[in-house]
């Protein structure tokens, strides 16, 4: 299993920003509401914005993230 960790300044209340990598999109998002998140919107038919029990939001996605380099 390859764990990554990516930094990234954020302009909200959050003090992180979460990125879920998933296989099946809608499968994962269904396992997250089943944990207690809820889906706050579709960005873009790629990421489902979710939101954690305590109002943290986060996102869940299918491919993988390409950051450019700094």
């Known amino acids: ?5 990516l930094l990234q300044k954020v302009d ?3 003090r992180i920003h979460l990125n879920i ?3 099946d999109l809608q499968a994962k998002a269904a396992r997250l509401e089943g944990l207690g998140a809820r889906r706050a919107g579709l960005v873009r038919d790629r990421w489902w914005l ?3 029990p305590n109002g943290h ?3 869940s996605h299918e ?3 390409v ?4």
């Open 50 to 52: 979710m939101e954690a």
């Open 67 to 70: 950051l450019p380099e700094l």
């Open 21 to 23: 990598e998933a296989d």
């Open 12 to 14: 909200h209340v959050s």
């Open 63 to 65: 491919e993988s993230l």
């Open 57 to 59: 939001r986060f996102m």
């Open 1 to 5: 299993m390859n764990t990554s960790l």
